[in-house]
């Protein structure tokens, strides 16, 4: 057990976890909105979301003189150097792959390739990059979904609202957790700009929004596995968030709060 704890603890330093649990989900709207994913997509999503996050937090460390205060940046700081050969690797291959993507998948894939470019330029610099970032990460859930649908029922927007939600829960939670740390080395955030009592308002309220869709779907209309697995990563969230203490020994709140995202596996399997 502690040897998959290791490994697992790894993967999220590295934001794998987070790649495959954007491909997760991805897979489940797939399912959900009865489109068939190919393979080729959910690599190239998976390729986007891992280089992505780990630009961002290379950005985080570029220029500091100085050890980064949380594990995570000092991760990347000591193998900086290594991480952007990865980078570049991984920008290759998704080069490679984008030659056998639908052509309405790659379209919609520029698109996103430079709003998320805009992101990492501009990202020391937005007062809420919470915000843009989870717009980012439901856009290339979405994206293979979405470019080959052409009608989205009013239930499927709910439930794309509650990814959203889960996806803005999940990135504020990680920055209030986070806030003496990104403070002293000068990254900014949300809760960096607006405090920690704020931050967490926001994320109550968000909470009680995500509940009430997922009553609302369970109660009005015939989809019940998706809006009660969407309600049970809330709760994780927010349980999380609730236990604070616990959570924040060992960045344990990075481990489960990343590790939601594979709940909808379970959808697959429905």
């Known amino acids: 057990m ?19 649990g954007a491909v997760i ?23 986007t979301v891992w280089i992505i996050y ?12 100085r050890e980064a205060t949380s594990e995570r940046h000092q991760f990347h700081q000591r193998y900086q150097k290594l991480l952007w050969i990865l ?9 490679g792959i984008v030659y056998f993507l639908p052509p309405q998948v790659l379209i919609g894939g520029i698109f996103l390739s430079l709003l998320a470019g805009l992101y990492l330029l501009l990202q020391k610099h937005l007062k809420a ?14 994206l293979s979904t979405l470019s080959v649908t052409s009608e ?19 990135l504020l939670l990680f920055s209030w957790f986070e806030y003496a740390s990104d403070k002293q080395d000068g990254h900014s955030s949300f809760v960096i700009r607006y405090g920690k009592t704020t931050t967490g308002k926001w994320l109550i309220s968000l909470g009680v929004i995500n509940f009430l869709i997922a009553i609302w779907i369970l109660v009005q209309t015939s989809w019940q596995v998706a809006p009660f697995l969407f309600l049970s990563m809330t709760v994780v969230l927010m349980g999380i968030f609730y236990f604070h203490d616990f959570f924040q020994t ?4 990075r481990l489960l709060g990343d590790a939601v995202f ?3 596996a379970i959808g697959l399997f429905l």
């Open 2 to 20: 502690e040897v998959l704890i290791r490994f697992y603890r790894m993967c999220n330093l590295l934001s794998l976890d987070v790649a495959a």
């Open 25 to 47: 989900c991805s897979l489940y709207f797939s399912k959900l909105l009865s489109v068939k994913s190919d393979g080729q997509s959910m690599v190239a999503l998976g390729f």
């Open 54 to 65: 780990t630009i961002d937090r290379l950005l985080d460390v570029k220029g500091m003189r």
């Open 87 to 95: 980078v570049v690797l991984g920008a290759m291959a998704t080069i």
């Open 129 to 142: 990059k919470e915000f843009f970032v989870a717009i980012i990460y439901t856009a290339g859930v979405l």
């Open 152 to 170: 989205i029922s009013f239930v499927a927007q709910l439930l794309i609202a509650q990814l959203f939600i889960i996806a803005l829960i999940n």
């Open 250 to 253: 060992n960045a344990r709140y």
């Open 262 to 264: 594979f709940i909808p």
